[in-house]
């Protein structure tokens, strides 16, 4: 339930549930994100987060629960229905093409073309524009994405997502593996983000000191259930390592039982 006297959250759900056969992987999840804030949304393994996020961009149906965009309850019926609302998940994977340049790629399946050819020098001058104004620098948008590091190719993925009007922004991983050269690129880019006020971002991740370092606020989803909603700014990285601890003790405990 949003709070009264503030603004509607950009992507809100209610009472989510999902199951896999026996396993029950999601259980009256509620979650909010409010517009232009960065939701940081940590768990151990199994946890149910990639379900969560899967569910948030279409990819899989709740069996119960709700979900609002901008206080309207939609259905979403698909991937391509969630990113027509405003919803865009960048993956690990990342879904880049390697073999294709920076600006071929950040107009994938939504190519401009002046028949019959694609009007590559436009693309190429947009892709310019867009990567500049989000401050991602790189030398050349001609190059191949295969020869880029992984901050880089992780940079034009999130570029991509905004350029593609993405209003809510889901990052699975978006540091994992990175050194911290490259983490601090996607870091400073989800802060540029967050400054412009234009994208909410929920963001998957492991390593907790960046996550209070570059979120707003923080969830810890346990066992298929949100357990711990604060603002990063009233929580501590012992916290919430003790609490994912305590998690492991109690789980060490019953099964030894």
Same mark, same amino acid.
């Given at each position: 339930?949003?709070?009264?006297?503030?603004?509607?959250?950009?992507?809100?759900?209610?009472?989510?549930?999902?199951?896999?056969?026996?396993?029950?992987?999601?259980?009256?999840?509620?979650?909010?994100?409010?517009?232009?804030?960065?939701?940081?949304?940590?768990?151990?393994?199994?946890?149910?987060?990639?379900?969560?996020?899967?569910?948030?961009?279409?990819?899989?149906?709740?069996?119960?629960?709700?979900?609002?965009?901008?206080?309207?309850?939609?259905?979403?019926?698909?991937?391509?229905?969630?990113?027509?609302?405003?919803?865009?998940? #960048?993956?690990?994977?990342?879904?880049? %093409? !390697?073999? =294709?340049?920076?600006?071929?790629?950040? +107009?994938?399946? /939504?190519?401009?073309?002046?028949?019959?050819?694609?009007?590559?020098?436009?693309?190429?001058?947009?892709?310019?524009?867009?990567?500049?104004?989000?401050?991602?620098?790189?030398?050349?948008?001609?190059?191949?994405?295969?020869?880029?590091?992984?901050?880089?190719?992780?940079?034009?993925?999130?570029?991509?997502?905004?350029?593609?009007?993405?209003?809510?922004?889901?990052?699975?991983?978006?540091?994992?593996?990175?050194?911290?050269?490259?983490?601090?690129?996607?870091?400073?880019?989800?802060?540029?983000?967050?400054?412009?006020?234009?994208?909410?971002?929920?963001?998957?991740?492991?390593?907790?000191?960046? #996550?209070?370092?570059?979120?707003?606020? %923080? !969830?810890? =989803?346990?066992?298929?259930?949100?357990? +711990?909603?604060? /603002?990063?700014?009233?929580?501590?990285?012992?916290?919430?390592?003790?609490?994912?601890?305590?998690?492991?003790?109690?789980?060490?405990?019953?099964?030894?039982?």
């Amino acid at each position: 339930m949003t709070t009264p006297g503030l603004t509607t959250p950009a992507l809100r759900v209610a009472g989510i549930a999902k199951r896999f056969g026996a396993l029950t992987a999601l259980r009256e999840i509620n979650l909010e994100v409010g517009k232009g804030e960065v939701l940081g949304l940590i768990g151990d393994n199994g946890a149910g987060k990639s379900t969560l996020i899967k569910i948030i961009c279409g990819y899989h149906r709740p069996d119960a629960g709700q979900i609002f965009v901008n206080g309207d309850e939609v259905v979403l019926r698909s991937v391509d229905h969630a990113r027509s609302l405003g919803i865009d998940t #960048v993956y690990q994977d990342l879904a880049l %093409v !390697n073999e =294709l340049s920076v600006y071929h790629n950040m +107009f994938l399946n /939504r190519e401009l073309v002046r028949w019959p050819l694609l009007s590559n020098r436009t693309m190429r001058r947009r892709a310019e524009e867009h990567l500049k104004d989000m401050g991602v620098d790189l030398p050349d948008v001609t190059v191949e994405v295969a020869k880029l590091s992984g901050g880089q190719r992780q940079a034009i993925a999130v570029a991509r997502s905004v350029y593609s009007d993405a209003k809510v922004l889901l990052l699975d991983e978006p540091l994992a593996a990175m050194g911290a050269k490259e983490g601090t690129m996607i870091l400073d880019l989800i802060r540029d983000l967050k400054e412009r006020g234009e994208v909410s971002v929920i963001i998957i991740a492991h390593n907790y000191a960046q #996550v209070l370092d570059v979120c707003d606020r %923080v !969830n810890l =989803l346990q066992h298929g259930e949100i357990t +711990f909603d604060k /603002r990063s700014r009233d929580t501590s990285l012992e916290e919430l390592t003790e609490l994912v601890v305590a998690e492991y003790r109690g789980g060490r405990r019953r099964r030894h039982k």
